[in-house]
């Protein structure tokens, strides 16, 4: 039985899908063709040291998709300010 090695970005990926996209780890499993354990092991070993035990997925998800929803108002509010100079700056030629 061989061992599989996994880039980083790989298991950056999957560990990802678990914790950003909230799939389980059993649908990331499957599709990924690894282990249930190892994503867990992954995971764990991505976590940074000085993150709280406790950290509620949830919550990051949460927060995940709320700072999604800024950056398309801020990216709206660009659009609007970008037209709005092009259309001021027609008129002075």
Excluded: C
């Amino acid at each position: 039985m061989s061992r599989n090695h996994y880039s980083e970005e790989f298991k950056t990926g999957a560990v990802r899908l678990m914790v950003v996209e909230g799939q389980s780890a059993l649908s990331v499993s499957t599709r990924l063709g690894v282990g249930v354990g190892l994503l867990y092991k992954w995971k764990q070993q991505l976590q940074p040291p000085d993150s709280p035990e406790g950290l509620d997925m949830g919550e990051l998800v949460a927060e995940v998709e709320s700072l999604r929803k800024q950056l398309r108002h801020s990216e709206q509010i660009n659009e609007i300010l970008k037209k709005t100079v092009s259309y001021f700056s027609r008129d002075q030629l």
